[in-house]
């Protein structure tokens, strides 16, 4: 009875190791198939504005896709097994066609297509002028009637007195003029004003083994940007090879705006990433990009808009004298807007107390009677205007041209 007793202890001691070891391995293979506790996705970097971290040459990047539109960037890949491909399908690649780069119109003749847009505007003055002129007896109130014209279209109180004198002496030493004579004289006068014997070429060609280098300064809206990109294509339409310097980091859109005007004629735009970065870096690299290309000319655009006028000044000087570290600035290029009228020769003042202005780009002269402004803005820097913005087209950019401008008013 007792070996019985022994053999049944014997057997329950060994059918409870076997439950315990059994239970103990259907917990481990158990647990095999619980999914394992992911850790979280590392948070994405948090997009920080760091004020002038812009590292020259490093962050900077000349976009060399000569007029190709940016392609969005590619969607991550998933693998996935290879499907088995019909060779003859695979074999007819899509032709993907290339994109176009556009044509710009060449600079001769834009005066002559752009004319009809300033005598629209413009000839009021001519109009004004030659039916106060042809009123009859040359007598004070007729004079006082073309003085009030001149100055409403913008021409200022030396040029009205001095164009209005010369009127005066030509009446005295000739007698009173038939209608054809004093459109001619009119036209003598107002073309003196406008000062053809001024220098209006642009520094558009390598100097020595070096591009040229334009820097375009002005006020926020003035259309400085649309300015850079549309001379880009007056450059490229005289077979320039042009690098574009987007030195407006102040305001994110305009390296973007510049860039696509770029693009459009397949001229690369150096820039930031970062919105706020060091824009005299920028225009470093510009000039560096523009050396190592042996490109003809480097140009710059530049913000327009600070939180002060000083900042702005203080910034604009600073890119002068970062960029005079590498190369010589042979243009500085000052955009006025011609519909702002004395107050865009209050700018243009201070602009000129900062940086040397060599040349000034008139725009919207399309859409103001203002055109004496050109006269105005010579006269009080001293410099010429050297193009003129007549529309929003990408080729409503000329040359300058005097004569052209003084015919367009008396129409
Ligand atoms: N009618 C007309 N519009 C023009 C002319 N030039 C520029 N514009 C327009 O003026 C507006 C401002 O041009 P932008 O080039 O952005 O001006 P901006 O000075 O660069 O301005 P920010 O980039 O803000 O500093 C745009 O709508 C242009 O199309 C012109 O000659 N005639």
Known sequence: MDALWEILVIITVVVLAGLGLLVGYLRRSGTKGAPPVTPPPPAREAKTREANTYTPSSTARIDTSRGAPQAPA????????????????????????????????SARGRMTRLRSRLASSNNNLGKGLLSALSSGKLDDAVWEEVEDTLLGADLGVDATTEIVDGLKRRVQVEGAPDAETLESWLHAELLAQVRPDMDR????????????????????GTGKTTTVGKLA?????????????????????AADQLETWGARVGVPTVRSEKEGADPAAVAFDAVKAGQEGEVDVVMIDTAGRLHNKVGLMDELAKVKRVIERQSPIDECLLVLDATTGQNGMRQAEVFAGAVDITGVVLTKLDGTAKGGIVVLVQRELGVPVKLVGLGEGADDLAPFDPVAFVDAVLD
């Open 74 to 105: 590619p969607a991550p890949v998933q693998p996935v097994a290879p499907e088995p491909v019909d060779v003859a399908e695979a074999s007819v690649e899509e032709e993907v066609p290339a994109p176009a780069i556009e044509r710009p119109e």
């Open 201 to 220: 070429r642009i520094a558009g060609s390598r100097v020595g083994d070096r591009p040229a280098v334009i820097m375009v300064v002005g006020v926020n």
């Open 233 to 253: 294509r007056v450059l490229v339409a005289e077979d320039k090879d042009v690098v574009l310097g987007a030195a407006d980091t102040f305001r994110a859109a």
